[in-house]
């Protein structure tokens, strides 16, 4: 499963998962408060949202502490080692496999009573994720029928088996598809998104380990929201050349242009830090 909606944002906790993501877990090494709080601090967060969203990521269970003297360092655990696997593989190949589309639907119908908000709220949240589009209350959509394993999980995870069911097939000729994907995803607001981020990162250079640090901790954040954002719809779908696959190229380029610079200014970060 990927970030959850509030995680999307530019809070300490959201940065803080992103550096998480890039520099902690692919080392599988304990890493010092002081090197995360400085690693922040260098993206404009203050010592005490630093501190504040480390805690909380450790209370979500995404990181555990260890004491060293006065000390303390940060592991990944187990859940949120997953966690971050699981979304850097969904970011990473996002927009990546742009083969024909078959014309399959797969359709799922849900039923939840208005009264279990927080339900209903971790249904959208991951079904959302997984690209799907809801036209009308309790129908969620995706022209993908290869995901229906996923939809399975999600399902029997927040125990709501006997309450949904799922079939595949092609659209009758009734109603219009442009009006059926107008209902179900809000495309032109992601649109302006990708012209965003392909006006920021189209022109952003970085020429020193720091300002690649800085500058990849940016792309990634930014890039992570459209896997959450965008629906990834089929060439056949849409009307017009979709902007996804030109800022996925642009987001490939810039992270293979800053990565290795970005490595060290991190792995010297460490080695500061670590002897304080």
């Known amino acids: 499963m990927g970030p959850e909606p509030r995680e999307l944002g530019s809070s300490a906790r959201s940065l803080l998962l992103?550096?998480?993501?890039?520099?902690?877990?692919?080392?599988?090494?304990?890493?010092?408060?002081?090197?995360?709080?400085?690693?922040?601090?260098?993206?404009?967060?203050?010592?005490?949202?630093?501190?504040?969203?480390?805690a909380r990521s450790a209370a979500h269970?995404?990181?555990?502490?260890?004491?060293?003297g006065r000390r303390v360092s940060w592991q990944m655990t187990t859940a949120g080692t997953r966690l971050l696997t699981d979304g850097a593989r969904r970011i990473y190949g996002f927009l990546i496999d742009t083969s024909a589309w078959d014309g399959e639907w797969l359709v799922l119908s849900v039923g939840i009573p208005e009264s279990q908000r927080q339900l209903r709220q971790q249904l959208r949240t991951r079904l959302t994720w997984l690209g799907m589009g809801s036209p009308t209350p309790g129908i969620w959509i995706l022209p993908d029928v290869t995901k229906v394993g996923e939809v399975a999980t999600i399902i029997d995870d927040?125990?709501?088996?006997?309450?949904?069911?799922?079939?595949?097939?092609?659209?009758?000729?009734?109603?219009?598809?442009?009006?059926?994907?107008?209902?179900?995803?809000?495309?032109?607001?992601?649109?302006?998104?990708?012209?965003?981020?392909?006006?920021?990162?189209?022109?952003?250079?970085?020429?020193?380990?720091?300002?690649?640090?800085?500058?990849?901790?940016?792309?990634?954040?930014?890039?992570?929201?459209?896997?959450?954002?965008d629906p990834a719809l089929p060439r056949e779908l849409l009307d017009h050349d979709w902007p996804g696959p030109q800022a996925a190229a642009l987001f490939h380029r810039r992270h293979d242009e800053w990565h290795s610079q970005a490595q060290t200014y991190w792995t010297e970060l460490e080695a500061l830090t670590g002897r304080r």
């Not at 890039?22 to 995360?36: H, K």
């Not at 269970?61 to 060293?68: A, F, I």
């Open 158 to 229: 927040l125990g709501l088996a006997g309450h949904a069911f799922a079939w595949t097939g092609k659209l009758a000729s009734i109603g219009k598809t442009d009006s059926l994907i107008g209902d179900a995803w809000n495309l032109s607001a992601v649109e302006d998104r990708y012209a965003d981020f392909l006006s920021t990162f189209g022109k952003l250079r970085a020429t020193t380990p720091a300002e690649a640090y800085v500058a990849q901790v940016r792309l990634v954040h930014a890039w992570r929201r459209f896997p959450f954002l």
């Open 61 to 68: 269970g995404v990181l555990e502490s260890r004491k060293s």
């Open 18 to 54: 992103t550096i998480l993501g890039e520099f902690v877990r692919p080392r599988g090494v304990p890493v010092w408060t002081a090197t995360l709080v400085a690693g922040l601090a260098a993206l404009g967060v203050e010592e005490k949202a630093a501190r504040q969203a480390i």
